[in-house]
């Protein structure tokens, strides 16, 4: 005779264990658990809990993990996110470093670029002298950019007009450092020499239309404004006083404030452009308010411009840059 079937053990308390009645709020066989609190119940209680609201949901007195009903929940068996596998070790759809669990993992803490170790330390795809970060660094040079000589002067891994320095140099005029008056769109932004703002000081257009002076010059029939010459000049903008950075000061809310690619000053101009950040662009115009079109490595790009003297307008890792005018700089 085994256990309770020997005599013996006929008085034993674990050969006299009275089942759990599920539904009398007694706690029948003296576990702990009363009714559907008790896992004897599982086959005739239905689990109401929520396991990760806080509450408890079913009335049992154990609230979410600590509810049977949760033993085997996902949120109960969390497993601890490991920052560098590429995998979504604890299921919350957040892998590796974009998981607020692993915030703190020597993994994913913003490292600076160290500017001579051929090493993309910062991880954005930029290595020493060529990372933004290293600009001012004493090992990326000091000299100051010369904008036509073929020479990365100032070491940073960027020559002539793909400099941010030549951003203002007029040897980086596109359409000027062609020719303003051979019938070419030399810089394939859709204007064509005079048309082209770049060419607007330029000698050859001073026998176009003057915008503003009241005469048919070239004798199309249109003058000033009028003149398709002049769609894209200064003058024939609305003439608010207006601040370009932040896009105020135009009296009407289908403008938006541009800077002039001749004075640098902000003038109001319509349609809104479009074009985003780093987007390509033809004409300040075509950028979205707040930024302008400016001669990159990879042509023509729409950035960020800002207030001179304060890095507020730009990114935590940018500082706003020189572009000629006392007021107005761009981000780098």
């Given at each position: 005779f085994v256990d309770c079937e020997d005599q013996d053990c006929f008085n034993n308390q674990v050969c006299n264990e009275t089942v759990e009645i599920c539904d009398n709020g007694i706690d029948d066989d003296a576990d702990g658990y009363v009714d559907c609190a008790d896992i004897d119940c599982s086959d005739d209680c239905e689990f109401l809990e929520i396991c990760d609201n806080g509450i408890d949901d079913d009335g049992d007195e154990f609230v979410d993990c600590e509810d049977q009903d949760c033993f085997?929940?996902?949120?109960?068996?969390?497993?601890?996110?490991?920052?560098?596998?590429?995998?979504?070790?604890?299921?919350?759809?957040?892998v590796d470093c974009d998981d607020q669990d692993c915030q703190d993992s020597e993994h994913c803490l913003t490292v600076d670029e160290i500017c001579d170790n051929a090493i993309d330390d910062d991880g954005d795809g930029y290595i020493d002298c060529v990372d933004p970060d290293c600009y001012d660094a004493s090992t990326c040079g000091t000299s100051a950019e010369i904008c036509d000589n073929g020479n990365d002067d100032d070491g940073d891994g960027y020559v002539d007009c793909t400099d941010a320095d030549c951003f203002d140099s007029p040897a980086c005029m596109p359409e000027v450092e062609y020719n303003c008056n051979?019938?070419?769109?030399?810089?394939?932004?859709?204007?064509?020499?005079c048309i082209d703002p770049d060419c607007f000081q330029d000698p050859a257009c001073t026998n176009s239309e003057d915008c503003t002076n009241g005469i048919d010059d070239d004798g199309d029939g249109a003058m000033d404004c009028d003149d398709q010459d002049c769609i894209n000049h200064p003058a024939c903008a609305t003439q608010d006083e207006c601040d370009p950075v932040d896009n105020s000061g135009c009296s009407s809310i289908n403008e938006a404030c541009y800077i002039d690619p001749a004075s640098i000053d902000g003038y109001c101009f319509s349609p809104i452009g479009t074009a985003a950040?780093?987007?390509?662009?033809?004409?300040?115009?075509?950028?979205?308010?707040?930024?302008?079109?400016?001669?990159?490595r990879d042509g023509r790009s729409c950035r960020r411009i800002c207030h001179l003297g304060s890095n507020v307008d730009c990114e935590a890792n940018q500082t706003c840059n020189n572009i000629g005018d006392p007021d107005i700089g761009v981000c780098w």
């Open positions: 085997n929940h996902q949120a109960c068996n969390e497993t601890v996110e490991i920052c560098d596998n590429e995998i979504d070790d604890d299921g919350d759809d957040m051979d019938s070419i769109d030399n810089d394939s932004d859709g204007l064509t020499d950040i780093f987007e390509v662009c033809d004409t300040t115009t075509d950028c979205e308010p707040g930024l302008a079109c400016f001669n990159s």
